[in-house]
């Protein structure tokens, strides 16, 4: 019989509990680690659910990964979602216990989205595709361009020369036709340069308007005789344009001496002339028949080119300019409506035949100031046509004074009306103001004043000729150009042969002839002097003159002879 051992019953005791404790301890962790897995699965998951919606970000975002190539094509650049974990399989995602992770492998985590580049402009989102390689093409400009305001050719660019020599008239033809087309162009000739320029015309009518003719340089003309063939009247002319403007610093020079002395006893020659009376111990002056030395006398045409003339244009501007040594005219304005030259200058001899400086004829409302001309004619010659004409701040001298006409020739029609010359300054010059006309003439000039002009040492300074003859002899004839409403206010200075000449027609006499303000005093050097003449001159003395002009008939004329018989205008 067994008995019953308390100690041994003890120890099989404590084996059974130590066997139980250590089994139930690594089920306790293998617990607990797959609960803290869970726990971060889940944890992960749902962070990335919130990264996809752009609302969290995972600290493990800071991490970097390479930037995926930007793509080339398709208007939006945008990070692409994280994949799913490999191990993943279908679509949906719970937040239930995961089968066990696998034990080897990296840890799978959610991808942030690509940082921007680190170097290099940021690409903004933009629908268009990227620029293609090699360098942009465009076509150039058919010129330059002035500010964006108006289109520049320089005549340069055309193949001008500038070297005096070279004949530059086709490259001018050129630039002028491109500018032709542009409205607001501008031909440019530079300074520094002398281009040598034939005849030529800058022509419309289907020109572009407010072209301006940028003359910086100068522009001579040609001095052989086989570039003007048999003769032509003007040398550079701008005609049928709208808003013509020439302007700058530069010089026409028509280098006219070679036509100057060429058969000068031929040219007309003002009849004053014929009263210009040397005293005993001096001769008259011989220079104006007195031809100038040169290889080509003789053998330039006869008919005298104009240096530079407008016509039938509209709005045309001349200003700072100078127009030198013309054959005759230096500036003439034909058939034009509003015209505006200022800050010009004309000079030529004063021994040089029929070089007007500026010449009006048939153009309207014009203005002409702050100019100064010096010529061998008129300083400005107003012919039939003109109305509106407004002259002020004018220098002439030498020359032949501020003349309208001669009008009427040859027993044409002439229309002169409304003229204003003021604050002008003449010097050494042949005459003052004057208005002359042709015998057998029609027509009238009506409403001129001549007010504050100062005279130094002009021979006739106030001149009405109704028997202007520009030769040895002229025909006698009734008809006449009608002359009325004339004023001459404020003429003041010095005279060498006869202070006022008013000689108008039998058959019509001068009506509305006004005398305000006269002192003129004689200057004695050379000539014969003379006392005032009057014939057939009817008006008025608003105040006493000097010298007295006694001569002037006060009122009007005898209603036998009426001027509205022959005003026709």
Known sequence: MTFYNPKGFILILLVVILVWSSTLQPCSARRGKHWRQKRLTTASLSKKTKNHHGKSHD???????????????????TPSPSPPPPHSKGPTITPSPPPPLPSKGPTITPSPPPPPPSKGPTIAPSPSPAPSEGPTITPPPPAKNNGGNSTIYNVLDFGAKGDGSTDDTKAFQAAWEAACKVEASTITVPSQYIFLVGPISFSGPYCESNIVFQLDGMIIAPTNAKAWGSGLLQWLEFTKLRGIKIQGAGIIDGRGSVWWQDSPLDDPVDDETKLVVPLANNTPDENLSTPINSELYGKMPSTKPTALRFYGSLDVIVTGITIQNSPQCHLKFDNCIGVQVFNLNVSSPGDSLNTDGIHLQNSRDVQIHNTKVACGDDCISIQTGCSNVYIQNVNCGPGHGISIGGLGKENTKACVSNITVRD????????????????????????????????????????????????????????????????????????????????????????DVTLNNIELNPVQERYHLY????????????TPTVPPINCLQMGKPSSSRIQSDYDSC
């Open 59 to 77: 600290h493990r975002s800071k991490q970097k990964s390479p930037s995926p190539p930007p793509p080339s094509k398709g208007p939006t650049i």
């Open 424 to 511: 002008i300054m003449i010097h050494n010059t042949m005459n003052g103001v004057r208005i002359k006309t042709w015998q057998g003439g029609l027509g009238s000039v009506k409403n001129v004043l001549f007010s504050n002009i100062h005279v130094s040492e002009v021979e006739f300074p106030i001149i009405i000729d109704q028997y202007y003859c520009d030769k040895s002899t002229c025909k006698n004839q009734t008809s006449a150009v009608a002359l009325s409403g004339i004023t001459y206010a404020n003429i003041k200075g010095t005279y060498t042969v006869k202070p006022v000449h008013l000689a108008c027609s039998d058959s019509l006499p001068c009506v």
């Open 531 to 542: 006392d005032p003449f009057c014939w057939e001159a009817f008006g008025e003395l608003s």
